[in-house]
């Protein structure tokens, strides 16, 4: 009974943050961004770096996904492990730009990157391999080549700080693109 109604707890902890479906809360809401964020995974289609960091901005004012402490990139990894089809790597938001990384959201370019999970040997030749990539197989972070066309991780913003209410009014094809 005890892990019924635990379970029951948790359906309803997510479905009271209003995220849409396939989307989660994510904790970036603390100095380096303030505004709360939902994540979501894009498994169907396969994009360059480019191509999905602008459909995350056109679902909604999203971004791709900023990975800025232990939390989130557990969350990503389970989220993206979950909604995988054979697929290892998944783009994220960091790149490499001007001798350093940064995440490419426009309101946080400048602010430093304080959480890192890099492979052993990572990023390796950044000035080609410029796009940060997440792998579900080992769980750490690779450069890779920008024009590669891989699935992708977004935050799409919530529209209420307390709790996380994330947008329903969010183009589909965030989550399932034709």
Known sequence: ?????????????????????GSDPITATD??????????????????????YRKCWNSGTGRLARLGNAYDNNLAL?????????????YFGLTYSNGSWKYADDELSDLPVTFTKWAPGEPSNPTSRS????????????S?????????????????DTPPFC???INADVFHDR
């Open 31 to 52: 100095a380096e961004d303030p505004n709360p964020y939902c994540l979501a995974v894009v498994t169907n289609k396969n994009d360059n770096y480019e191509r999905a």
């Open 1 to 21: 009974m005890k892990v019924l109604l635990s379970f029951f707890f948790l359906l309803l902890g997510y479905s009271w943050a209003g995220c849409p479906v």
């Open 167 to 169: 947008t329903d009014g």
């Open 131 to 142: 796009c940060a990539v997440l792998n579900v197989v080992d769980q750490m972070w690779y």
């Open 144 to 160: 890779m080549e920008c024009s590669i066309e891989l699935p992708y991780l977004c935050d799409i913003p919530a529209i209420h």
């Open 78 to 90: 389970y989220k993206a492990a979950a909604a995988s089809n054979q697929q290892n790597f998944f």
